[in-house]
C-alpha cells in the first residue's frame, strides 16, 4: 500500500504541472456546448440532464484510459517495465494508483460542465439530491479507475492498443447509459446495459439531479461497487496474465 500511496503522490504532482492531462478535461466545454446547441435545436428541454452528464462521465472515462495508457507505455520504452515486473508490488496496483490520481482531478470537469452551461446557456441547474450525487461520483469514479485496467493491460502487448481503447470505448459508453438513458436503447441491449457499472451509475446521477425521490438507493450504490470491484479484480488479473506471457515470450522490453 505504500508503494500505491507512493504512486498516487506522485501522479498527483506531475499531472497538475503538466498541461496534457488537462486537455481532456478543456474539451468538455466545447461538448457541452454542441451538446446544447442540438437540445435548443429540436427543442427538447427534457434531454438537458444527459446534456450534461454525458461530457462529464466521457471526460472521466478518456482520462482513466489515455493515462492507463500511457504510464504503461511510458514505462515499457523507458525500460522501467522490467523492474516493475520484478518487483514484489503488482505493477497492475502501482498503475491504478496512478490513474486514480488522474481521476480524481477530473472530477472538476463537474463544476467546468455547470458553469459552462450558465455561461452559455444561462442554465442554472437545480441539483435535488446533492449528497446522492457526490457519492454516486465517487463511486463511479473508482469504479471507473479500476475498469479502466482492463484496457490498459492491453498496451502492453500491442503497439496498437490505443486504437483497440478507443474502438472498444463507444459500445462501453453507449451500454453504461452515458450517451442516452438504458431505457431508450434497444430492448435486446439493455440486459447487458445492466452489467456495466456506467449505467447505474449514470441512472443514479440523473436522478439525484432531476427527481424528487431516488429509489432503491441502496440496491443501486451497491450494484455500482460489486461491478466496479469486479472490474478492477479482471484488471489485476489481467495485467498479471500478460506480465507473465511478456516475461515468458522474451518481449517483455520494447520492440
Known amino acids: 500500500m505504500n508503494a500505491a500511496a507512493a504512486a498516487f503522490k506522485m501522479q498527483l504532482r506531475l499531472a497538475l504541472r503538466t498541461p496534457n492531462y488537462w486537455m481532456v478535461q478543456i474539451s ?15 427543442d427538447r428541454p427534457d434531454l438537458l440532464i444527459n446534456a450534461l452528464l454525458a461530457p462529464i462521465l466521457m471526460a472521466m472515462w478518456s482520462t482513466a484510459l489515455w493515462t492507463g495508457g500511457s504510464v504503461v507505455r511510458d514505462d515499457r520504452w523507458m525500460g522501467r517495465l522490467e523492474l516493475h515486473a520484478a518487483a514484489p508490488v503488482g505493477y497492475g496496483l502501482v498503475v491504478t494508483a496512478r490513474v486514480a490520481a488522474v481521476v480524481m482531478l477530473s472530477l472538476l470537469v463537474v463544476p467546468l460542465t455547470l458553469a459552462t452551461a450558465w455561461a452559455t446557456y444561462g442554465i442554472d441547474i437545480r441539483i ?48 453504461g447509459g452515458v450517451f442516452v438513458p438504458l431505457a431508450l436503447l434497444p430492448v435486446w441491449a439493455r440486459p447487458f446495459g445492466r452489467l456495466v457499472f456506467l449505467s447505474w451509475g449514470s441512472d443514479l446521477i440523473r436522478d439525484s439531479v432531476t427527481q424528487p425521490v431516488v429509489t432503491a438507493l441502496p440496491w ?20 498479471r496474465v500478460v506480465l507473465y506471457r511478456v516475461r515468458a515470450t522474451g518481449e517483455i522490453a520494447a520492440p
Do not use: C, D, K, N
Not at 227 to 239: E, H, I, N, R, S
Open 28 to 42: 468538455t466545454i466545447p461538448q457541452v456546448i454542441i451538446f446544447f446547441s442540438v437540445i435548443e435545436a429540436f
Open 220 to 239: 443501486r450504490l451497491a450494484a455500482i461497487v460489486v461491478l466496479g470491484a469486479v472490474g478492477f479484480g479482471v484488471a489485476q488479473w489481467l495485467v
Open 128 to 175: 435535488a439530491h446533492p449528497v446522492v450525487l457526490v457519492v454516486a461520483l465517487l463511486l463511479t469514479a473508482a469504479a471507473i479507475t479500476g475498469t479502466g485496467m482492463i484496457f490498459s493491460s492491453m498496451t502492453i502487448l500491442s503497439r496498437a492498443a490505443t486504437t483497440f481503447q478507443s474502438s472498444a470505448s463507444y459500445p462501453f459508453l453507449l451500454l
